[in-house]
């Protein structure tokens, strides 16, 4: 039988590839709101880390949107409030 220690030994590594790959993503695009700014695109606002962990979080939301068949609408109206977050 598998022990609980052990049963949880796979899940934390696959927590942390995650993690990994989210602060990863994250930090993308911290650099990409930064580029923004610097151009001028980009308002002046949030520190670019929170609006990168905003955008990430609205990004995640529509995907599971997309992939459980809600409506266009659902979908674009975080696309609407990830733009706003760049204004």
Known sequence: AIR???ARKPAIAI???VQGTLKRHEAFLASLVEAGRERGE????????EVARALMAQIIAMRAYARSGMPR???NSFRRTALALLD
């Open 42 to 49: 980009v308002s002046p606002g949030a520190p670019a880390a």
């Open 73 to 75: 609408t659902a979908i």
């Open 4 to 6: 609980p220690a052990q």
């Open 15 to 17: 927590a942390s590839v």
